[in-house]
């Protein structure tokens, strides 16, 4: 991957359960997002965390950064049969954080 | 709700023709990217501009090129289609201030060339 690696690369679980996204990535970086994209669609955004954040909450999201590993987590709670989708993390690299690249992606089956 | 436009949506075209990819943003954004995708794969990067007549090569090698004359407009031209360019075209726009806002993206060009 141009960025690094996604993991697990597929996830499937029970409706109710927990998932749990990881993402490493090589350079330094300005910020982290993790986007969502449902099948043949376009990406769509949920959550950025910063380069001097730890941890950020969205809802049933909650994003995890360490950049002493250079990586991150992506947690779903109470997961719901509405989630099945591919998430990828995307870095902002330095400088200025303008030119944004993609990692592998985890592709997230929930059953109900 | 998209407020960044791409079409066609669905193209098959032929070995050695000439297509343009067209990308449209109504939210004024400065920063316009193009991502190519293959099905269940990751992102890469093959264009981006900072603004208007500002246009830079991404991380991967395309024969593509894009243009930028007007913020609102970035489209992706193939002068001559190959099978190998058989893939889905994304495009997205943010805005250049602050750093590190997100990407929105239009919901893609799948192009099949035969």
């Known amino acids: 991957s141009q960025q690094g690696e996604e993991d697990p690369q597929a996830l499937s679980i029970q409706e109710g359960e927990n998932a749990t996204m990881n993402c490493s990535y090589k350079t330094s970086i300005n910020n982290l997002q993790w986007y969502r994209q449902n099948s043949g669609r376009g990406l769509v955004h949920l959550i950025l965390?910063?380069?001097?954040?730890r941890e950020k909450h969205s809802g049933r999201l909650r994003v995890t950064l360490d950049t002493s590993k250079k990586s991150s987590s992506l947690l779903i709670t109470a997961s719901r049969a509405a989630d099945t989708a591919s998430y990828f993390c995307a870095t902002g690299s330095m400088p200025g954080g303008f030119k944004t690249i993609f990692g592998a992606g985890t592709r997230l089956f929930v059953k109900a | 709700e998209a407020d960044i436009y791409q079409t066609p949506r669905y193209l098959v075209i032929g070995t050695g023709k000439k297509i343009t990819l067209e990308c449209s943003q109504t939210m004024g954004h400065d920063k316009m990217y193009w991502y190519q995708q293959d099905p269940g794969m990751e992102l890469h990067l093959i264009h981006y501009?900072?603004?208007?007549?500002?246009?830079e090569k991404g991380d991967l090698s395309s024969e593509s090129t894009v243009s930028r004359i007007r913020t609102e407009h970035f489209p992706l031209t193939l002068e001559s289609a190959r099978p190998s360019h058989t893939s889905q075209y994304l495009c997205?726009?943010?805005?250049?201030?602050?750093?590190?806002?997100?990407?929105?993206f239009g919901n893609g060009t799948r192009l099949t060339v035969t």
């Open positions: 501009s900072y603004g208007v007549n500002s246009t």
């Open positions: 997205a726009s943010k805005k250049g201030i602050p750093m590190g806002s997100p990407l929105h």
């Open positions: 965390i910063r380069s001097n954040e």
